[in-house]
């Protein structure tokens, strides 16, 4: 009962390294999100994917690039980190529908110094 | 404006009590509602889903107005694991995102 797995579950940079955070999704769903949540900020999204070779950005996508790899996989790709992009981060998964359910995965937390 | 508002609390209730989230939304073509649950340090989970007709869920009720445009979410008999931020979540529809709101702070009291 894999779900979303993201990794890595805790990452500190120094400002200016890059990184990638890696989503993957086990429900075969066609679209994917990558969010960020701060605090008294909520939810925000970065980017998403509908379904495979398409991405969209999202609220806040400036300093970010994602690569929908296949259906299974979202990547969220920092170039040169910054300390405004400490956050916890979530990727979520969800099928196509009407009401049906996002799921998330367990976030990484982010801090850049 | 954002486009789903919520009380951010925190609400402080002691345990058996009633007490009611309301959320309000921009975008009167939003097709899709929800109220997700998120502990602290973990990630949303989905609670219910809110349908035009209202709905429940145990002690938990939904409801939904159209013509206003908000969404409430009614917590009876309420537990001390219930204490969470309660978050209000509208969908367009398509394949467009979901959309969340800023979440509303519970602490169910002993």
């Known amino acids: 009962n894999a779900g979303v797995t993201q990794t890595p579950k805790f990452q500190v940079l120094k400002t200016g390294q890059s990184m990638t955070l890696q989503c993957a999704q086990d429900?075969?769903?066609?679209?994917m999100y990558w969010y960020r949540q701060d605090p008294g900020m909520g939810l925000r999204l970065i980017y998403y994917?509908?379904?495979?070779?398409?991405?969209d950005k999202g609220e806040v996508p400036n300093g970010y690039n994602v690569s929908r790899l296949n259906k299974r996989e979202f990547s969220l790709r920092l170039e040169s980190a910054a300390p405004s992009q400490t956050s916890v981060y979530f990727c979520?998964?969800?099928?196509?529908?009407?009401?049906?359910?996002?799921?998330f995965g367990q976030g990484t937390r982010l801090t850049v110094v | 404006r954002k486009e789903v508002e919520q009380d951010p609390g925190p609400f402080n209730v002691p345990e058996g009590a009633t007490v009611a989230f309301n959320c309000t939304y921009s975008?009167?073509?939003?097709?899709?509602f929800f109220w997700y649950r998120q502990d602290c340090r973990k990630e949303p989970k989905l609670l219910m889903s809110?349908?035009?007709s209202g709905n429940e869920d145990g002690r938990f009720t939904a409801q939904l107005n159209r013509a206003s445009q908000y969404i409430s979410l009614l917590i009876r008999d309420s537990k001390l694991s219930d204490s969470a931020t309660y978050l209000c979540v509208v969908k367009d529809s398509g394949n467009t995102p979901l959309v969340f709101g800023k979440g509303t702070r519970l602490s169910v009291i002993a």
């Open positions: 429900m075969n769903h066609n679209s």
């Open positions: 979520a998964s969800r099928q196509t529908g009407i009401n049906t359910e996002a799921f």
């Open positions: 994917s509908a379904s495979e070779g398409t991405t």
């Open positions: 975008n009167s073509a939003s097709q899709s």
């Open positions: 809110v349908y035009s």
